[in-house]
Nanobody
Framework: QEELVESGGGLVQPGGSLRLSCKTTGGIFNINTMGWYRQAPGKQHELVAS???????NYAGSVKGRFTISRDNAKNTIYLQMNSLKPEDTAVYYC????????WGQGTQVTVSS
């Protein structure tokens, strides 16, 4: 069974950067589109970036030009490089498949505040 383990969050000032990582433990990572989601308090999960097995990417308008998603198929890992962070980026960030979700991991908290 696939498991998702996110890491790399923290507290950062506006304008700062963070790099998130998500490692999967199962065997279907390489053939699926993966995504980074975030959930702010009181809100639903929001898909902010996705990447296909071939490396094509897509971004939500709110993060386009600031966030970069990438993947390392050999390591069953995806990454989210977040630059020029804003207070409104504060949320718990999760990875998951796109289309058919599996159980959410524990997520990683990103807090952007001065």
């Amino acid at each position: 069974q696939e498991e998702l383990v996110e890491s790399g969050g923290g507290l950062v000032q506006p304008g700062g950067s963070l790099r998130l990582s998500c490692k999967t433990t199962g065997g279907i990572f390489n053939i699926n589109t993966m995504g980074w989601y975030r959930q702010a308090p009181g809100k639903q999960h929001e898909l902010v970036a996705s990447i296909t097995s071939g490396g094509s990417t897509n971004y939500a308008g709110s993060v386009k030009g600031r966030f970069t998603i990438s993947r390392d198929n050999a390591k069953n890992t995806i990454y989210l490089q977040m630059n020029s962070l804003k207070p409104e980026d504060t949320a718990v960030y999760y990875c998951n498949f796109v289309g058919t979700l599996i159980s959410w991991g524990q997520g990683t908290q990103v807090t952007v505040s001065s």
